[in-house]
């Protein structure tokens, strides 16, 4: 019987891109035919017992994320359960509440219970992975990087900083500040980077960094941070949230202390899950959410069926929608 090495050799692919049409992974139309035309003539058939032995893991992945309430994660986690269902596997959802000493837990029973595979969103950028790598399990990491080499699926931060920041300055707020994450965490400070690197040359440079508060990436970060900044003297005129969480908070507070967008200018990155404003009076930098998901979950299949090229990364774009209500005359 063929075997798929003789396979790849006559479609004239590699062996990779065999086992992944064999297993539901998707390929480029002309490859899955030139595969499947190949099979044919040397009447190759998959060995899907040799297949689960050679596996000798559970057809099982966990998904390991930092706040299943918030809605950017629950939309990632669909689009992983709809890639790894239609190729076989079941997802265990982990919920770290941004712990990392429950994080590293999740990741033992990964192990202890050999899973195929993890995808993470890491708590605070410092988790220890060895113990996976060292079994030869797949990791991808979604939405933030690791210290680790491994595939991952990201957004580019920093431009969606300057995204949200750049549509606040061309809107004629000046004084714009930033609420983001905690700073140990690379999306938090590349978003505070993207947004600092507008308003130092394009807004009132009046303190900059007073206009920058790190809080939890929650609605009570978002609330406790836009009330320092209205404490501010002289207070911003406008501000950046960089999610979605935090730009619900600070809207909170700022429709309590009766600044509602536009006579204070909000742009958020990340889609608000709920808010009482008008919808065109705030700035959203959307995110992919679900595509993230489903990227990161085919990436991790690929892994599971064989595939040893180096490690990738890919990096997915944003969308800005731009308030239409402009700023009060300065």
Same mark, same amino acid.
């Given at each position: 019987?063929?075997? %798929?090495?003789?396979? #790849?050799?006559?479609?004239?692919?590699?062996?990779?891109?065999?086992?992944?049409?064999?297993?539901?992974?998707?390929?480029?139309?002309?490859?899955?035919?030139?595969?499947?035309?190949?099979?044919?003539?040397?009447?190759?058939?998959?060995?899907?017992?040799? !297949?689960?032995?050679?596996?000798?893991?559970?057809?099982?992945?966990?998904?390991?994320?930092?706040?299943?309430?918030?809605?950017?994660?629950?939309?990632?986690? !669909?689009?992983?359960?709809?890639? #790894?269902?239609?190729?076989?596997?079941?997802?265990v959802l982990c919920n770290t509440d941004e712990d990392?000493?429950?994080?590293?837990?999740?990741?033992?029973? #990964? %192990?202890?219970?050999?899973?195929?595979?993890? %995808?993470?969103?890491?708590?605070?950028? /410092?988790?220890d992975l060895s113990g996976l790598i060292a079994r030869? !399990?797949?990791?991808?990491?979604?939405?933030?990087?690791?210290?680790?080499?491994?595939?991952?699926?990201?957004?580019?931060?920093?431009?969606?900083?300057?995204?949200?920041?750049?549509?606040?300055?061309?809107?004629?707020? /000046?004084r714009i500040a930033c609420i983001t994450g905690p700073?140990?965490?690379?999306?938090?400070?590349?978003?505070?980077?993207?947004? /600092?690197?507008?308003? #130092?040359?394009?807004?009132?440079?009046?303190?900059?960094?007073?206009?920058?508060?790190?809080?939890?990436?929650?609605?009570?970060?978002?609330?406790?941070?836009?009330?320092?900044?209205?404490?501010?003297?002289?207070?911003?005129?406008?501000?950046?949230?960089?999610?979605?969480?935090?730009?619900?908070?600070?809207?909170?507070?700022?429709?309590?202390?009766?600044?509602?967008?536009?006579?204070?200018?909000?742009?958020? %990155?990340?889609?608000?899950?709920?808010?009482?404003?008008?919808?065109?009076?705030?700035?959203?930098?959307?995110?992919?959410?679900?595509?993230?998901?489903?990227?990161?979950?085919?990436?991790?299949?690929?892994?599971?069926?064989?595939?040893?090229?180096?490690?990738?990364?890919?990096?997915?774009?944003?969308?800005?929608?731009?308030?239409?209500?402009?700023?009060?005359?300065?």
């Amino acid at each position: 019987m063929a075997t %798929i090495y003789e396979v #790849a050799a006559a479609a004239g692919v590699s062996p990779a891109t065999v086992s992944r049409v064999f297993n539901g992974v998707p390929v480029s139309a002309e490859k899955a035919a030139l595969v499947r035309a190949a099979a044919a003539e040397l009447r190759f058939t998959p060995n899907r017992t040799a !297949r689960s032995l050679r596996r000798k893991n559970a057809e099982v992945i966990a998904l390991v994320i930092p706040d299943i309430e918030n809605p950017y994660f629950t939309s990632l986690a !669909r689009g992983v359960e709809d890639v #790894a269902q239609a190729a076989g596997y079941s997802v265990v959802l982990c919920n770290t509440d941004e712990d990392p000493g429950k994080e590293a837990k999740y990741l033992d029973i #990964a %192990i202890a219970e050999n899973m195929a595979g993890v %995808i993470l969103a890491e708590a605070d950028g /410092r988790a220890d992975l060895s113990g996976l790598i060292a079994r030869s !399990r797949p990791i991808v990491a979604v939405d933030r990087r690791t210290l680790f080499e491994l595939d991952s699926v990201v957004l580019d931060n920093r431009a969606a900083g300057v995204a949200a920041a750049s549509t606040l300055v061309d809107a004629g707020y /000046r004084r714009i500040a930033c609420i983001t994450g905690p700073a140990e965490i690379d999306t938090a400070e590349e978003r505070a980077e993207g947004w /600092r690197s507008i308003v #130092a040359r394009s807004a009132t440079p009046h303190g900059s960094e007073d206009y920058l508060r790190y809080s939890s990436f929650r609605v009570d970060g978002g609330r406790d941070a836009m009330r320092a900044l209205l404490a501010l003297d002289p207070a911003p005129d406008a501000v950046v949230a960089t999610n979605n969480l935090m730009g619900v908070g600070a809207l909170q507070v700022l429709s309590e202390a009766g600044r509602v967008p536009p006579a204070f200018g909000v742009a958020v %990155i990340g889609d608000l899950p709920f808010t009482t404003l008008t919808p065109d009076a705030t700035t959203i930098v959307r995110l992919p959410a679900r595509d993230m998901g489903t990227t990161a979950a085919r990436m991790l299949i690929e892994r599971i069926n064989g595939d040893t090229e180096p490690a990738r990364t890919v990096v997915l774009p944003h969308e800005v929608v731009a308030a239409t209500a402009g700023a009060p005359a300065v």
